[in-house]
């Protein structure tokens, strides 16, 4: 069964610093891969995806995010993090012929001045 | 940019009742999706639905849900007798084709409590 993990619960950076939110993702087929951004209160933002092809994504907010088949892993990063940037970061997987999408646990992102 | 809507943003409602949840999808999008989300947990997959059809449906999804697209532009989730347990935020999700390579727009949810 595909799974999600995102072994940091919740991170806590320096306006300014770098990002590098963790997401491993298993099953034996090529992924669809996705970073979800939920805000306090809001729902589920997307902030980049990658089906195929060039393994480094951008998207939204300056956010990027590389896979790398070799480690099962798809990291989003961020090179200097802004106070809006708290909130909640979900990575998720699905595949080819299985619409539905898998969830990790999330990641909580705090900044500090 | 199209958005994906859900009314009402927070609903209470006591142990036994029924709840409606609505969403209104992109209007050209033809597959909608329910997720739910515990407070703290992470989010899950719920249901899927394609030309008036469930398509797809996990374990959570048991004989006291139903969903609905009663009009050509709405789509709800029925929970027949509420408990405890389902108190969650439900998402509603669209896309415009069958897979993930077509996205999913997510709306910004209903907060569910019951008491």
């Known amino acids: 069964a595909q799974s999600v993990t995102q072994p940091d619960i919740h991170i806590t950076v320096s306006e300014g610093a770098s990002l590098e939110l963790r997401c491993n993702y298993s099953?034996?087929?090529?992924?669809?891969l996705f970073w979800y951004v939920q805000s306090p209160g809001q729902g589920l933002q997307l902030l980049l995806k990658?089906?195929?092809?060039?393994?480094l994504v951008q998207g939204i907010k300056g956010f990027e995010a590389e896979f790398k088949r070799s480690q099962s892993s798809f990291n989003l990063r961020k090179p200097s993090v802004h106070w809006s940037d708290a909130a909640e970061y979900f990575c998720?997987?699905?595949?080819?012929?299985?619409?539905?999408?898998?969830f990790g646990t999330g990641t909580r992102l705090t900044i500090i001045p | 940019e199209p958005e994906v809507t859900q009314t009402p943003s927070h609903q209470v409602t006591q142990m036994g009742q029924e709840v409606i949840l609505r969403c209104v999808p992109i209007?050209?999008?033809?597959?909608f999706y329910w997720y739910r989300q515990i407070l703290g947990q992470k989010v899950e997959f719920l249901v899927s639905?394609?030309?008036?059809?469930?398509?797809?449906k996990s374990e959570i999804f048991d004989d006291q849900f139903s969903v609905e697209r009663p009009d050509g532009s709405n789509f709800t989730l029925k929970i027949r007798s509420t408990k405890l347990e389902d108190s969650a935020m439900y998402f509603c999700?669209?896309?415009?084709?069958?897979?993930?390579?077509?996205?999913?727009?997510f709306g910004s949810g209903t907060r569910l409590t019951v008491v």
């Open positions: 999700a669209s896309s415009p084709g069958q897979g993930a390579n077509y996205g999913y727009t």
């Open positions: 099953y034996g087929a090529t992924p669809y």
């Open positions: 990658y089906f195929s092809g060039d393994t």
């Open positions: 998720a997987v699905a595949y080819f012929g299985n619409e539905k999408l898998t």
């Open positions: 209007s050209n999008h033809l597959y």
């Open positions: 639905f394609y030309n008036n059809e469930i398509s797809e």
